[in-house]
């Protein structure tokens, strides 16, 4: 897959009637599933970024991973070069539509202790990210 240059834009801050399109990143850094962690690792430093979308062989977003989860997986006991992305994405299935509203994504972000979100089309390719504020 080709990364894509991200074009920052504010994350949720206050949540208003406005959709997830609205205020969404650009997807960023696509990666595929089988990458191991090593080269995601490797693709987020050159990137410059914490977070990348993961998607399938047909490009279908199957997750976002960030440099902290891999970073804790890479120091794991149990790690080894063979473990790819599809295998520690876990609850990270998480998606959300272009058209919910920021309040609503908002909620599920916080209430899931995600802190961010893929933005899906109706045919499961990503179209950015939200974040949360800190």
């Known amino acids: 897959m080709t990364l894509v240059q991200m074009q920052p834009r504010p994350a ?29 690792l490797a693709v987020m430093a050159a990137a410059r970024t914490r ?9 279908q977003c199957t997750g976002l991973v960030t440099q902290t989860e891999l970073t804790a997986v890479r120091a794991s006991s149990a790690y080894t070069d063979r473990v ?6 876990g609850d990270h299935r998480s998606f959300t539509s272009p058209v919910t509203t920021m309040a609503e994504a908002e909620h599920a972000m916080r209430s899931r202790r995600l802190g961010a979100l893929p933005v ?5 390719s990503a179209l950015g990210t939200l974040a949360l504020s800190r």
């Open 12 to 40: 949720i801050a206050n949540p208003v009637h406005g959709t997830a399109v609205e205020v969404m990143d650009t997807a960023g850094p696509q990666v595929c599933d089988d990458m191991s962690v090593e080269v995601a």
């Open 51 to 59: 977070r990348l979308v993961v998607c399938d062989q047909d490009g």
């Open 84 to 89: 790819r992305l599809r295998d520690i994405l």
């Open 120 to 124: 899906v089309d109706g045919q499961g």
